[in-house]
């Protein structure tokens, strides 16, 4: 289905994706967003991972696969059969870029490592994502968006105070990483712009998510120990921060600078408490937060959360509801922006897929094409690329070339 004809920031560029599950994909699907052309290319045995992740029942794939392969045609090739190795070849003498995100090492036992391609195509752009880096103690190590959330402190610091560490619900990981990979393979677009060669890009899901450790670094250098505390802040040296209960749910709430916490409690309708002597400062409110948590809460289990939303935001002080899934799914605000969008998948029926979160000039962004099953371009991409009949593509097909 094509639905624009819009003209691109990288509609001149050809991307070979070689990747899998969330964080390579995601990746690649920004750039197809951006108007690259992106041939994923998976193997004719098992295809990507993601495929199968929930799944209903007579479909070729799940929602997670839709979701991060919008905009890609898809073909299927063996990369370990050397007649498959000499065709991806053959695919890189044409292309701008390869984009891999196996286990460190893969590439270059395949035959098909970045010294080997760059051969083949100098202004190649090389684009690796492993868990660790390609070098270093702990490159071989196996990484998932959870594993490496452990051995990058985010487990230790997600969690109530007195329970067990918890991984964070979502692939922050994986989408950390994946916005990491796109700037460095746009940053060497323009490098490749300047010099006519290509190069490497190297991506560490663990080195990625570092950054958003700054809170906690912040508080680890002021020798604060404990830093998991549940909804609060870091070490709890900001009050109030917390969520509260509502008639309906819950909301979060911050409101711990010098104009906004006296605001706050005019709003309560307990101005007295803005200079009472237990919250009178921010060192003192910490002190004390389990009582001014208290006295939030009492208040806010008074109203529904859109009621805390609107008195809280219309005195601008910062609050938001606890939405569950359904809720974010049908936000009228991301809908009419285009962020979420409602789409009839020819082979998984309705279906809610968000976009790129990139706008150009406001425009919102809109899916030229949706995730396609298995090797659903086989026949088309090869006739056109190599010039093969219908019998030879049947021929690599029954060989499991393809």
């Excluded at 001149?12 to 994909?25: A, E, F, I, Q, W």
């Excluded at 560490?165 to 990491?180: E, F, N, Q, R, T």
């Excluded at 009050?239 to 409101?255: C, E, R």
Aim: net charge neutral.
């Amino acid at each position: 289905m094509q639905v624009t004809d819009a003209v691109l920031p990288l509609d001149d560029l050809r991307v070979l994706d070689l990747t899998h599950y969330y964080n390579g994909p995601y990746a690649t699907m920004l750039l197809a967003y951006l108007g690259a052309e992106v041939i994923k290319i998976e193997s004719p045995n098992s295809g990507d991972g993601a495929r199968p992740l929930y799944r209903a029942s007579g479909k070729p794939f799940g929602t997670p696969f839709a979701l991060m392969n919008s905009n890609k045609r898809a073909i299927t090739l063996n990369l370990k059969a050397p007649e498959g190795c000499e065709l991806f070849k053959r695919m890189v003498a044409k292309a701008d870029m390869v984009v891999e995100n196996f286990a460190a090492g893969t590439m270059d036992k395949l035959g098909l490592g970045y010294e080997i391609l760059r051969e083949v195509n100098p202004r190649l752009i090389y684009a690796s994502g492993t868990g660790y880096g390609l070098s270093g103690p702990n490159r071989d190590l196996p990484a998932f968006d959870p594993v490496v959330q452990a051995n990058t402190g985010v487990m230790a610091l997600t969690g109530a105070m007195s329970g067990p560490p918890y991984k964070a619900g979502p692939a922050v990981v994986d989408i950390l990483g994946a916005v990491h990979l796109c700037a460095g393979m746009l940053a060497a677009i323009r490098q490749r712009d300047r010099t006519g060669e290509g190069l490497m890009v190297e991506l560490s899901l663990q080195e990625s998510t570092i950054p958003s450790l700054t809170t906690h670094m912040g508080a680890y250098g002021i020798g604060l120990r404990q830093l998991r505390d549940g909804n609060r802040a870091s070490g709890s040296a900001i009050v109030p921060y917390n969520a509260y209960p509502a008639l309906d749910g819950w909301v979060m709430i911050l409101a711990a600078d010098n104009e906004r916490w006296p605001r706050l409690c005019r709003v309560m309708g307990q101005p007295e408490l803005a200079d009472a002597a237990r919250f009178a400062t921010l060192a003192l409110r910490v002190k004390n937060r389990d009582e001014c948590d208290r006295l939030i809460g009492e208040w806010t289990r008074t109203m529904t959360r859109q009621q805390v939303m609107a008195t809280l935001s219309a005195n601008d002080i910062f609050c938001g509801i606890v939405k569950e899934l359904a809720e974010v799914l049908a936000d009228p605000h991301l809908h009419q922006r285009g962020a979420l969008r409602e789409i009839d998948h020819p082979d998984l029926g309705p279906l809610t897929i968000f976009t790129s979160p990139l706008r150009f000039n406001g425009e919102p962004n809109t899916p030229r094409s949706y995730a396609r099953k298995l090797g659903q371009d086989n026949d088309a991409f090869y006739a056109d690329e190599f010039g093969l009949t219908a019998g030879e593509i049947a021929s690599l097909r029954g060989r499991r070339v393809i």
